[in-house]
């Protein structure tokens, strides 16, 4: 009988704290098994304002989720996001000074360690240090060099670092609920985990997470992560432009938005009508679609302008694949098309076996997606123990080398 480990991932957004608990065997499988939801409170923008307040969030959160299990949360991999998150693609170099002149997972180490010997403030943090590609004696864009026999090892890396008060606040909440770390991950690469092909990643496609505080980007070619950002617009701008524009309070321009809201609106007998939300409010259905259709419309855009060139269509023509919460808003991927002429589409949590129908909800991207970053560092542990990194700028570093290549 397969031997079950707990993976366990704690989303901690804007609007929501999600705690979801999944066996992993031994073979590779993994079954989502409890699920904790609750209102997210003490967090802006990603960011932690109120450390007991967002500390209080995550234990109800937990408890939600171990209560539905039956299990002991002990660690998670937690994500990351916010507008203090920065990225950049670095070059690192080594020669091959054995005898046969063969690559071994040691020079991959050594390699992406000299690509992140660039100068980072005290107040930041390397966050990740990713391989984009190899070169070995000037033969370019291999994927796996190892077992190959060469002199020069070079690699191009895309390197991720945060804002070390944030991610240190972030975790003081975590472990203030007895939990530990197991990792920290920028939330995109996890979210791309749950809803991009690997197809998408290769042909060159971008991902947009829409949450409540933060819209988390990032690029992917030739299957490997090419670009990263982090817009400090999402659905919370909606929301409040709605409440202004209209003059409501934000819990009730919330409920329109998630009720009535399109930015493809049927113009029917609706839209020269008001929308009832409750307690004796009222608000014109075309102001409503328009508002969020203006919102989106500045949301795609500066999506589109974290490209570093016009020819974005050229970049990614695998197209745009929006996911997160507030890309259930109706008509979101058709105006998309519309107004970008590209591939869009909505992503949703997908090949995951025991996950309730709630989780396939684009919402939980980001959870779903940690647990199978997780599974993917465990499965290459159990192919061959490696020695686990912590603290620095690469954490449990040659593990993770082994699950890029373990496809």
């Given at each position: 009988?397969?031997?079950?480990?707990?993976?366990?991932?704690?989303?901690?957004?804007?609007?929501?704290?999600?705690?979801?608990?999944?066996?992993?065997?031994?073979?590779?499988?993994?079954?989502?098994?409890?699920?904790?939801?609750?209102?997210?409170?003490?967090?802006?923008?990603?960011?932690?304002?109120?450390?007991?307040?967002?500390?209080?969030?995550?234990?109800?959160?937990?408890?939600?989720?171990?209560?539905?299990?039956?299990?002991?949360?002990?660690?998670?991999?937690?994500?990351?996001?916010?507008?203090?998150?920065?990225?950049?693609?670095?070059?690192?170099?080594?020669?091959?000074?054995?005898?046969?002149?063969?690559?071994?997972?040691?020079?991959?180490?050594?390699?992406?360690?000299?690509?992140?010997?660039?100068?980072?403030?005290?107040?930041?943090?390397?966050?990740?240090?990713?391989?984009?590609?190899?070169?070995?004696?000037?033969?370019?864009?291999?994927?796996?060099?190892?077992?190959?026999?060469?002199?020069?090892?070079?690699?191009?890396?895309?390197?991720?670092?945060?804002?070390?008060?944030?991610?240190?606040?972030?975790?003081?909440?975590?472990?203030?609920?007895?939990?530990?770390?197991?990792?920290?991950?920028?939330?995109?690469?996890?979210?791309?985990?749950?809803?991009?092909?690997?197809?998408?990643?290769?042909?060159?496609?971008?991902?947009?997470?829409?949450?409540?505080?933060?819209?988390?980007?990032?690029?992917?070619?030739?299957?490997?992560?090419w670009l990263s950002a982090v817009i400090p617009v999402a659905g919370y701008q909606m929301t409040r432009d709605i409440a202004i524009g209209i003059g409501l309070p934000f819990d009730v321009a919330e409920e329109m938005k998630k009720k009535y809201g399109s930015v493809m609106p049927l113009y029917d007998a609706r839209m020269d009508s008001d929308a009832m939300v409750g307690n004796g409010h009222r608000a014109s259905y075309q102001d409503l679609c328009d508002i969020l259709r203006a919102r989106v419309e500045e949301l795609?855009?500066?999506?589109?302008?974290?490209?570093?060139?016009?020819?974005?269509?050229?970049?990614?023509?695998?197209?745009?694949?929006?996911?997160?919460?507030?890309?259930?808003?109706?008509?979101?991927?058709?105006?998309?098309?519309?107004?970008?002429?590209?591939?869009?589409?909505?992503?949703?949590?997908?090949?995951?076996?025991?996950?309730?129908?709630?989780?396939?909800?684009?919402?939980?991207?980001?959870?779903?997606?940690?647990?199978?970053?997780?599974?993917?560092?465990?499965?290459?542990?159990?192919?061959?123990?490696?020695?686990?990194?912590?603290?620095?700028?690469?954490?449990?570093?040659?593990?993770?080398?082994?699950?890029?290549?373990?496809?």
């Amino acid at each position: 009988m397969a031997k079950i480990t707990l993976i366990n991932s704690i989303d901690v957004g804007t609007t929501k704290v999600c705690t979801t608990v999944a066996e992993a065997d031994d073979n590779g499988g993994l079954r989502v098994v409890g699920v904790g939801i609750t209102p997210s409170n003490g967090m802006h923008k990603g960011m932690v304002v109120n450390i007991n307040e967002a500390k209080d969030s995550i234990r109800e959160s937990v408890r939600k989720a171990e209560q539905a299990c039956g299990y002991r949360i002990e660690s998670a991999y937690v994500g990351v996001t916010g507008r203090h998150v920065t990225s950049a693609n670095n070059h690192g170099v080594v020669s091959i000074n054995r005898g046969d002149r063969m690559v071994r997972i040691d020079d991959l180490r050594r390699v992406v360690q000299s690509s992140q010997a660039i100068k980072v403030p005290n107040d930041r943090k390397l966050l990740h240090v990713i391989p984009r590609s190899f070169t070995v004696d000037g033969n370019a864009t291999i994927k796996n060099p190892v077992g190959m026999h060469g002199y020069r090892l070079d690699v191009e890396a895309h390197v991720i670092t945060a804002g070390i008060s944030s991610v240190q606040n972030l975790a003081k909440c975590i472990r203030g609920v007895g939990i530990d770390v197991e990792e920290l991950v920028l939330e995109p690469l996890a979210s791309a985990e749950a809803v991009l092909t690997d197809e998408e990643k290769e042909v060159g496609t971008i991902l947009a997470d829409i949450g409540g505080g933060t819209t988390d980007i990032a690029v992917f070619r030739e299957g490997s992560i090419w670009l990263s950002a982090v817009i400090p617009v999402a659905g919370y701008q909606m929301t409040r432009d709605i409440a202004i524009g209209i003059g409501l309070p934000f819990d009730v321009a919330e409920e329109m938005k998630k009720k009535y809201g399109s930015v493809m609106p049927l113009y029917d007998a609706r839209m020269d009508s008001d929308a009832m939300v409750g307690n004796g409010h009222r608000a014109s259905y075309q102001d409503l679609c328009d508002i969020l259709r203006a919102r989106v419309e500045e949301l795609l855009k500066l999506t589109i302008l974290e490209l570093p060139r016009s020819d974005y269509k050229k970049i990614v023509p695998g197209g745009l694949v929006l996911t997160g919460g507030s890309s259930n808003l109706s008509g979101l991927d058709t105006f998309g098309r519309d107004l970008l002429k590209m591939p869009v589409r909505i992503g949703s949590p997908r090949n995951m076996d025991g996950i309730s129908e709630s989780l396939r909800d684009p919402s939980y991207a980001t959870g779903v997606g940690l647990l199978l970053w997780g599974n993917k560092l465990r499965r290459s542990a159990l192919r061959k123990p490696r020695p686990r990194f912590f603290g620095g700028g690469i954490r449990k570093l040659v593990t993770q080398l082994a699950a890029l290549f373990a496809r």
